[in-house]
């Protein structure tokens, strides 16, 4: 037999916690309902990719499955004529792909990426690195500070994307020290090495909706922060800076400058003459007094207090910092690995796009500065 119940007391609510509950339940309702802050998050999901196997320039987000089984692959179309490559591309909102080849990892050269003041969310970095000791920590520590940016950083910072590339052939030359690297005995190989790198970025991570490749060494410790800019102003399909190096003048004692890139000249007949009498496979270099070519190098020709955007032809070209205009590549213009019209890598890059109708141009009084080891 069931016991009857007593009186049951019910505790009264204090109005204070009255209060919290309702102000709880606005907050709530005005957090679900209300819009999200403006941002720069827009502007980088209207160019997200939809799958997976889109281009890596375009940053692809997962979304969420639908009864968890995922979607068809899509079909997409890319309209090359409605890519635009002009000398206002912050305007006109052109993508900017920037490629860095990197055997060592200078924090210089990361601060001053990230000090470019070319929109981040229209960059696309791109990087291979070696499978050597140093290029195992090169790729630590970048990765390290790729995930401070683009996981942690404020928007602006963060960059439309990141493709990290490993090397699937072993480097000719073991060390990355400068005096090995400036060997005349081992720039063949190097730079074959070196082109076969650039290639294999340049192929895999170039999309549909780039406008302009910057390729920027990663030695390269110190560019003014408008150089995308300023060199796209110039609007020529490649366009080659004067690379310099800041060193301790022991004579002065104070620091100093000199010429660092000598890859940047105009052809001599000197030079035409002597590669008319080498064989099918042999290359001509710059820089080196047992070849002597007497070519006109840009990096003397440097003029303390001059225009900056002054401009000379040049027949060939250096790595350290080119933007090059997204369609040049896209017709061909690659870095060969082999003897071509016995030049090589980025020289020969020149030759090739000079072939194909597009000439380089050089700013020798505008000046970046190469990491002094």
Request: proline share 8%; charged share 20%.
């Amino acid at each position: 037999m069931a016991r009857p119940l007593g009186p049951v007391r019910l505790k009264r609510t204090s109005p204070g916690t009255i209060a919290v509950g309702i102000v709880l339940v606005i907050v709530i309702l005005y957090l679900l309902v209300s819009p999200s802050a403006p941002d720069f998050s827009a502007a980088r999901k209207a160019t997200a990719a939809l799958h997976p196997l889109s281009p890596p320039t375009s940053p692809f987000r997962k979304s969420s499955s639908v009864g968890g089984k995922a979607g068809p692959p899509p079909v997409t179309r890319y309209n090359l004529n409605s890519v635009t490559i002009t000398n206002d591309p912050v305007a006109n909102r052109e993508n900017v792909l920037v490629l860095t080849p990197m055997a060592r990892f200078y924090q210089e050269y990361w601060d001053n990426l990230l000090k470019l003041s070319y929109p981040h969310e229209l960059i696309t970095l791109g990087f291979i690195l070696p499978k050597t000791k140093e290029g195992n920590a090169a790729t630590i520590e970048l990765q390290k500070q790729i995930a401070k940016i683009q996981k942690h950083g404020h928007e602006k910072e963060r960059f439309k994307s990141i493709i990290i590339l490993r090397q699937d052939f072993d480097p000719p030359i073991p060390s990355q020290d400068e005096s090995e690297r400036h060997k005349m005995a081992n720039q063949k190989a190097r730079r074959a090495a070196m082109a076969k790198a650039r290639n294999s970025l340049l192929f895999t991570t170039l999309g549909p909706d780039t406008s302009w490749v910057l390729w920027l060494d990663a030695d390269i410790v110190e560019t003014p922060p408008t150089l995308i800019q300023d060199l796209a102003s110039h609007s020529k399909p490649l366009t080659v800076p004067n690379c310099f190096q800041r060193f301790y003048n022991a004579e002065k004692k104070a620091m100093d400058e000199r010429p660092y890139d000598f890859n940047n000249w105009q052809d001599s007949p000197t030079a035409q003459e002597l590669a008319s009498k080498m064989g099918k496979d042999d290359i001509l270099l710059e820089g080196y007094a047992d070849m002597a070519t007497y070519r006109a190098l840009m990096a003397y020709m440097y003029e303390a207090g001059a225009d900056i955007h002054t401009e000379v032809p040049l027949d060939g070209v250096g790595g350290t910092a080119l933007l090059v205009k997204a369609e040049v590549h896209r017709d061909g213009a690659m870095f060969p690995a082999f003897p071509f019209y016995h030049l090589i890598e980025t020289e020969g890059f020149a030759k090739m796009a000079k072939r194909l109708g597009w000439q380089a141009t050089g700013l020798p009084n505008y000046k970046v500065y190469h990491y002094n080891e």
